[in-house]
């Protein structure tokens, strides 16, 4: 444990007592937080576009970013920084498409979203799906990553640095509900851009600068479209397979739309997915940077590392000097500790609302509450499990990250998005896709686990580039929804009212509180516009520059 200097461990414990104060003030700040599900899973809905925007990128940038967009940028350039650039563009189709139907609906959850949209059946789908998706993804990825930190950056056992980060996140998780993580949440954004703008330039000017940074790598390395035959990042993946896995991620996951279900109203709700959409433009630049950095160190024989995903850590160990290296450390753990927060809430809202709350529909609020505090402990254990697999997946957690979310994310993705624009696609059709979905992506995942004693038609499968698989799956799940939808009877419009384009002007539910958060201010809406045009610009110009 000899890593860090006293200083360090000062401000590390300064830290974390602040993040521990705001939790625990927040929570006793107002009663519903345990009293009512509205206020521990939604935060009573009262949430502003500033605190939503920040706690979308906290939420999202975890220390399983931290780690793997700088050990894939370390490995394979800035291509890696393609899944953050368009997700500023996922966030605005969140915003302007999703948004007001979801608010509309006053739903909880996506499962309960799909069932007022398709069926119950729909609804247990996606509820399982996204329960086991979080296992295999949000919860082992984050422990692992969290392991990796507290392995390099504070001398520890990597299970002894995941399991006191469990720990650790439980206790203000269930303190405080949504609204906790919330607040605590949008110090971590100030503290990740801060620490990581710090790294980055500490980094580079170690190095002599960004043109001997240019001159160290290879011109592929920064080089956001990559030859169709790159193993990672081809540029067809990336142009029409990556966005599949934005729409399920950014715009139908629970993890990420509770955020937004916890807005004032519309207004709040669209202007923080747009501030989210600037902050999205930053991980380029700041965690996946810091990797091509770490790279030409180790070329120029400043750095030494054990591996890829070490690059960020190692960086902040040898470069930061004393004292601010330990306030880089605690606000990196507590990013992880938030992001794991964030899943943790959000899982135990889809065992509560869609699992619980469906199997006893009496149950009174404190049930809910106490379900919804007791249910993520069984999770924790199963992502630690996990853990020990997900070497047979992908050496680059980044990597493995994108590449599970592709085999689970395209039928989701596909009766999400039909199911807004075209009333006619029914249940029957949404449940084979989903089921198809289902088993063609199981297979996939099977399938590579075994992929080195394969052969033959089962290795191209297990070996297709997993956003190409996005594509093929997309593709097969959309056919199969619009073939079945059409062979069986259409859905009553009375039942679609205010869930779909068509049946748009028919308010779902006629109650005052929802009536109110879907009204938005017109001067709102053209700044909106505007500040949207301008993220989709800037957009433009980081492809434009990062292009060989």
């Known amino acids: 444990m000899g890593r860090l200097a006293t200083l360090d461990w000062i401000m590390i414990g300064l830290y974390f007592a ?44 975890g220390s399983e970013h931290l780690v793997g967009l700088a050990g894939t940028g370390y490995d394979s350039g800035v291509a890696v920084g393609q899944f953050e650039v368009l997700a500023s563009l996922i966030l605005l189709i969140l915003g302007w498409l999703f948004v007001p139907f979801y608010l509309r609906s006053g739903v909880y959850t996506m499962p309960e979203f799909l069932e007022r949209r398709y069926s119950a059946g729909a609804r247990w789908y996606l509820a399982v799906i996204s329960i086991v998706g979080y296992v295999l993804t949000k919860i082992s990825v984050t422990l692992y990553a969290g392991g990796i930190v507290y392995e390099v950056l504070l ?60 001159s160290s790598l290879d011109s592929s390395f920064f080089d956001m479209w990559q030859p169709m035959s790159h193993p990672s990042f081809p540029w067809t993946g990336i142009l029409f397979g990556a966005p599949i896995l934005g729409v399920w991620y950014w715009c139908t996951d629970q ?37 091509l950095v770490a790279a030409a160190l180790v070329n120029a024989g400043q750095l030494d590392l054990a591996r890829a995903d070490h690059a960020l850590p190692e960086m902040i160990r040898v470069l930061l000097p004393v004292g601010v290296r330990g306030l880089v450390v605690a606000g990196f753990l507590a990013a992880l500790m938030s992001s ?16 619980y709350r469906k199997l006893r529909p009496a149950a009174s609020e404190r049930q809910l509450v106490v ?42 993705a596909a009766v999400f998005l039909l199911g807004v624009f075209w009333k006619r696609v029914n249940a029957k059709g949404t449940i084979a896709s989903l089921l198809t ?80 958060r879907l009204s938005s201010a017109p001067a709102w809406r053209r700044r909106d516009v505007w500040l949207s045009v301008l993220l989709a610009a800037c957009v433009g110009l980081v492809w434009l520059y990062f292009t060989g």
């Open 437 to 516: 979905g289902f088993v063609l992506g199981t297979a996939r995942l099977v399938l590579e686990l075994a992929k080195g004693s394969l052969s033959g038609l089962p290795y191209w499968y297990a070996d297709i580039n997993f956003l190409h698989f996005a594509i093929l799956l997309f593709a097969v799940c959309t056919a199969v929804l619009v073939v079945v939808s059409l062979a069986t009877p259409p859905e009553r419009d009375d039942k679609l009212a205010g869930l779909t384009f068509a049946t748009a002007s028919a308010p779902r539910v006629a109650d005052a509180a929802v009536t109110a």
């Open 255 to 291: 993890y990420i739309v509770q955020r937004v279900l916890s807005a004032n109203g519309v207004d709040d709700a669209r202007r923080g997915t747009i501030l989210g959409g600037y902050l999205k433009l930053l991980p380029l630049f700041i965690f996946v940077i810091p990797g």
């Open 371 to 412: 379900v919804g505090k007791m249910s993520t402990l069984a999770l924790v254990g199963f992502g630690l499990l996990w853990i020990p697999l997900m070497k047979y997946i992908s050496g680059q957690l980044y990597v493995y990250l994108q590449s599970v979310q592709a085999y689970i994310s395209p039928p989701i």
């Open 340 to 355: 794991l927060a964030a899943v943790f809430n959000s899982c135990s809202t889809l065992i509560t609302w869609d699992v």
């Open 18 to 61: 602040l993040i521990f104060g705001v939790a625990w003030w927040v929570s006793g700040r107002r009663k519903e937080t345990h009293q009512s599900s509205a206020g521990y899973f939604l935060a009573g809905r009262n949430v502003g576009w500033f605190v939503v925007g920040a706690a979308l990128f906290a939420s999202n940038i």
């Open 155 to 214: 001398g520890g056992g990597f299970w002894t640095g995941a399991l006191v980060i469990v720990l650790a996140t439980g206790v203000y998780t269930v303190l405080g509900g949504l609204r906790a993580v919330l607040y605590t949440e949008t110090m971590q954004t100030v503290m990740l851009i801060g620490g990581s703008v710090l790294v980055t330039l500490i980094g580079l000017h170690e190095l002599g600068g960004w043109g001997v940074l240019r």
